[in-house]
């Protein structure tokens, strides 16, 4: 069985997501164009925001390959369509990355000739960080370790946001029309706090398929620099194990505590008309807790004991 519709939607949304994430990384490398960390996150945040929005009614937009493991993990996508969803993914992600060298060649030729940077060299990661991640030489102190530990919680904590922003039993997650707007904002957010150690890859695809471009354009051993695997534990396996993680930690206990039976309470800050729904278990007439547990605050404040959404039938 081929999965064409598939291949399209995921090709297409990681070249976009690249395209603008990377092509936004090489804009402040290259022309100083952005004052912080924030703008950048940014746009990566709408780059994927727009891939989705793009691609979800094609393949549901996963675009990330730890995300595809954890959907197979989870049962959530059949394992046969796996190698077609990775296979698009480097695919879009390697397109993106010659189509950014394709636009910046000429300003990172200049730049590299301004700065006294020989491409291939050790400084060469410089400009060589415009495609792929670099875990070291960014100031902070960051070991090997500590570069996994980063990623893979980075990818849990995007992995378990999308699950619960996509769950039919959360409640709390927002209008399926505004899912990608909330996901592109958890990039963002994750961005901001791991990039000053990993530069944040979070993604198998996105790092190794412009990282393969730099490698091909001149870069070489600059573009693959670590020579005790920390490429591969770092932005392919720390990804994929943290997204796993998360898709585990979902099923097996948020889950299931989301699709736990709550106590029936009625949290109605108006007591006349609370006393008036049968389907109450407990007298809202009065401020103090009923018998069965049931509490009734009188402000909008949550309750210890009830959770009262509101009532958005008006």
């Known amino acids: 069985m081929t999965y064409k519709r598939e291949f399209i939607g995921e090709a297409l949304g990681t070249f976009l997501l690249v395209l603008f994430g990377c092509g936004s990384v090489a804009v402040s490398v290259l022309f100083n164009a952005y004052q912080g960390l924030m703008q950048v996150a940014l746009a990566w945040g709408v780059g994927v925001t727009l891939s989705i929005y793009l691609t979800r009614h094609l393949s549901c937009a996963h675009l990330n390959p730890a995300v595809s493991v954890a959907m197979v993990a989870s049962g959530r996508m059949l394992v046969r369509k796996l190698p077609v969803y990775v296979i698009a993914q480097f695919t879009g992600a390697i397109l993106a990355g010659l189509t950014v060298y394709a636009l910046f060649a000429p300003s990172i030729a200049a730049y590299e000739s301004a700065h006294g940077i020989v491409r291939g060299a050790v400084e060469s990661a410089a400009t060589a960080k415009m495609f792929g991640e670099y875990y070291s030489g960014s100031g902070a102190v960051v070991s090997l370790p500590l570069a996994i530990g980063a990623e893979a919680l980075g990818t849990f904590l995007l ?97 299931k505590a989301m699709k736990q039976p709550s106590s029936p309470c009625c949290c109605s800050t108006d007591k006349s008309d609370a006393t008036k729904k049968p389907s109450c278990g407990c007298d809202c007439s009065t401020e103090e807790s009923s018998s069965d547990g049931c509490c009734c605050p009188t402000d909008n404040s949550a309750s210890a004991k009830c959770c009262c959404a509101p009532d958005n039938s008006k």
């Open 159 to 255: 992995v378990l946001m999308i699950f619960a922003l996509t769950e039919g039993c959360n409640v709390g997650r927002p209008d399926n029309a505004l899912t990608p707007v909330f996901i592109g904002l958890t990039v963002t957010s994750i961005i901001c706090l791991i990039a000053p150690l990993t530069q944040a890859g979070l993604n198998p695809a996105r790092d190794f398929g412009p990282r393969l471009v730099a490698w091909l354009m001149g870069w070489g051993d600059a573009a693959f620099p670590d020579r005790v695997g920390g490429f591969f534990y770092v932005y392919i396996a720390a990804p994929v194990i943290g997204g796993v993680t998360a898709a585990l930690f979902f099923i097996h206990i948020l889950e």
